[in-house]
């Protein structure tokens, strides 16, 4: 079966594979596809097996090879207000419309349909195919993904995520950690609010203090910082809790994150916000000792950092032409690829600015000039 990126990302689209859900069908496609050209794959399953990441490679097994790395969930389509749908590839006026068409559906995509390509070319050093699973949520199937290539023996001489970066080559993204944080109060009439402690008014006031700090971080950024914004930021993005206006809350919970520029420390945050808690828990304690606020860690995803001599720089500026200095706001599983000591940046067709849009795309020029850099990529390991 072969197939065209075009062909192959309708393929890959069709399958609903927002984050909530298991991602195996489409890996088994995946897997059944490389299976028809003589390509064995390794399956890394998530620990309740729902979900998997898949590995491959294309070529002689010897060191030095090229890591193609893409995720294959995508976010949600509820609530947005699609005019196609987002399970099926539409074209228009030069638009390939669909969830997960840029980020990031139509590297994976190049990846698998020029397999062919792959198979009769002279390869020296080998292509590896690496497709996982919940990086929306925390990048949680490249940490185990990652480690069982390393298991496998893979030593490659360069990764490139194909995040959306217009085939720009990035070499710097921010670091991200997010939290759960749940207050347990006391409930009672809200007319005698002095005597309970309400668990939603005491997470406003940490949700206040995440825009508080992000405040302070705005005001002594650095101008010529590269990142956009260029310091530090604090966000919740989640918030369940109460039963009745008239009650003060028994409980409150929100997910919130920090996104910390290279420079700082992701443990100075938690450290503060740590702080933060027991001061306001000293004083729910106070009142009801039963009451509390726990909170946790639920992921930590390691910045993507310049290079001294990075050999996936190097390849990526030679294929692209790209000699600026680019860095990101949004995290992606490269930093995780590259604390397993591989030369790693980011590199992949589409506009970061349609990712997680309702009637995302992916322009066809884009997807033709993302095909364009794998091929010299398949190239430049043949010599």
């Known amino acids: 079966m072969n ?81 196609s749908d987002p399970w099926t590839l539409t074209e228009r006026d030069g638009r390939l419309y669909g969830r997960g068409t840029c980020d990031m559906k139509g590297f994976d ?15 020296k050093r080998p292509v590896h195919i690496a497709l996982s699973y919940d990086e929306e949520v925390g990048c949680l199937g490249a940490r185990i993904l990652a480690k069982a290539m390393t298991a496998a023996g893979v030593k490659p001489s360069a990764v490139i995520v194909g995040e959306p970066s217009m085939m ?34 005491i997470a406003g006031e940490l949700i206040a203090w995440h825009n508080q700090v992000m405040a302070e971080n705005k005001a002594r ?3 010529d910082n590269p990142f956009e914004p260029p310091w530090t930021t604090l966000h919740v993005g989640v918030v369940q809790g109460g039963t009745a206006v008239n009650i003060t809350a028994e409980h409150c919970s929100f997910s919130h994150e920090v996104r910390v520029i290279p420079g700082e420390e992701d443990a100075d945050y938690v450290g503060r916000y740590r702080a933060r808690v027991a001061e306001l828990e000293a004083g729910m304690k106070a009142i009801a000792p039963a009451s509390g606020i726990d909170w946790e860690i639920t992921s930590f995803t390691p910045p993507l950092g310049p290079e001294v001599n990075g050999e996936a720089e190097a390849l990526s500026r030679r294929l692209t032409g790209d000699n600026g200095s680019h860095v990101v706001a949004y995290g992606t599983e490269g930093g995780l690829f590259q604390a397993e000591g591989w030369s790693t940046v980011v590199c992949g067709p589409g506009d970061i600015a349609q990712a997680h849009q309702p009637d995302e795309f992916i322009t066809v020029a884009q997807l033709d000039a993302g095909a364009k850099f794998v091929r010299g990529v398949i190239a430049e390991l043949s010599r």
């Open 3 to 83: 197939l065209s990126p075009k062909e192959m990302l309708a393929r890959l689209v069709s399958f609903n594979t927002e984050s909530q859900r298991s991602n195996l069908e489409l890996i088994h496609f995946c897997r059944d596809y490389l299976a028809s050209h003589g390509v064995e794959s390794m399956l890394v399953p998530s620990e309740d097996g729902q979900k998997s990441n898949l590995f491959a490679t294309i070529g002689p097994k010897v060191d030095g090879g090229v890591v193609l790395s893409g995720h294959t969930d995508v976010v949600p389509v509820a609530g947005q207000d699609w005019t």
């Open 221 to 223: 950024a650095k101008p």
């Open 109 to 123: 995509a190049i990846a698998l349909a020029l397999v062919p390509e792959m198979l009769k070319a002279p390869l």
């Open 168 to 201: 720009q080559v990035v070499t710097g993204h921010k670091g991200g950690t997010r939290m759960k944080t749940t207050v347990r109060g006391h409930a009672v009439h809200s007319s005698r609010v002095d005597v309970g402690v309400p668990a939603v008014m």
